[in-house]
């Protein structure tokens, strides 16, 4: 693997309370930074920026500056109950939204200081995921009763569906290009819808695509490639599986037996992807290949979340 820049950075946190931001074409760890004592890392990401990341957990939403030596956050978000899912930003970084199990999902303006919630939307369930829509106006929402939501943020518009009754949904993604959304739950299914809109809608009409019996223990992540080609599950039965998005049918398995394979991130040209497991390690992989080309070891737990978005290019 070749990089553009000495910068590549990738991001990792667990349950053993820290964050560690690696050199991603090394494995060298750069950096190490705590979390809250009682909670592990529930999700990271970067600001569009690069410079902070921010990261969630039990009641807490944390920013860290990434450009300084300092390893105390230098914003934390108050007001927050229960455990805090996902969070993710805008593309120019003006407001960040957050889930959570206290049943919302909350819009922060990121532009005041100190940031505070500018919206809220309720899922009158908790909230295991949400992501955002490259349109960057509707967002994607996971519910624990098995409820799919799509909101509008600036209209309020929004609808709900459910794909599978006594089924928890524990992420959902949008793929680059707009086109497909999926939801993955507890059962191991992950539900493709394919999206529309058109200039008289508020909010993207949701067409039912496809069912993918994909694992046989709970889906934890489900993330679509930039390119829009690929779409990866991982769960609690060791494996990660890329699915193929012009049928999705199944391309790769990628298997870290007796795991939990919590978390995954693909490079921006979607021919690796990180993964994150419950034996404390985050790996590289090499999609073509199925190979494994390196391991960032150095947590004492499982890592539970990682956040990468910078580019690669290939060798």
């Known amino acids: 693997m070749e990089t553009t820049e000495d910068q590549l950075i990738l991001a990792t946190g667990g349950y053993d309370h820290t964050i560690k931001v ?40 944390r920013l ?63 909230v295991n995921a949400a992501c955002l829509h490259p349109n960057q106006v509707e967002i994607a929402m996971g519910s624990q009763n098995g409820g799919v939501y799509l909101w ?4 309020e518009v929004h609808e709900q569906l459910v794909p599978e009754v006594d089924a928890s949904i524990q992420d959902v993604a949008i793929s680059p290009d707009g086109h497909y959304m999926a939801a993955a739950n507890n059962k191991g299914n992950c539900y493709i819808w394919q999206l529309s809109s058109s200039p008289s809608q508020h909010l993207s009409t949701m067409s039912p695509k496809k069912k993918i019996q994909a694992h046989s223990r709970s889906i934890l992540r489900c993330k679509f490639s930039p390119d829009s080609r690929l779409l990866v599950t991982t769960s609690g039965d060791g494996t990660a599986c890329i699915w193929k998005t012009e049928d999705f049918t199944k391309w790769r398995e990628l298997s870290i037996k007796n795991y939990w394979v919590w978390d995954a991130a693909f490079s921006a040209d979607s021919k690796w992807l990180f993964t994150a497991s419950s034996d404390g390690i985050a790996r590289l992989w090499k999609l073509h290949t199925k190979n494994c080309v390196r391991d960032y070891t150095g947590h004492t737990k499982a890592i539970t979340a990682l956040s990468f978005k910078d580019e690669i290019v290939a060798d």
């Not at 004592?37 to 939403?61: H, M």
């Not at 109950?81 to 996902?86: A, F, G, L, P, Y």
């Open 152 to 155: 509008d943020v600036k209209s």
């Open 22 to 61: 690696w050199q991603a074409h090394t494995g060298n760890c750069i950096k190490t930074m705590r979390f809250v004592e009682t909670s592990q890392v529930n999700a990271l990401d970067r600001t569009p920026d690069k410079t902070r990341l921010a990261a969630c957990g039990y009641q807490c939403i």
């Open 64 to 126: 860290y500056d990434l450009e300084s030596n300092c390893t105390a956050p230098v914003i934390n978000f108050d007001g927050v109950q229960k455990n805090v899912t996902r969070l993710g930003f805008q593309e120019d970084g003006n407001w960040m939204f957050t889930a959570g199990e206290d049943h919302r999902v909350r819009i922060w303006d990121m532009m005041s200081a100190p940031p505070h919630c500018s919206r809220v939307f309720d899922c009158q369930a908790p």
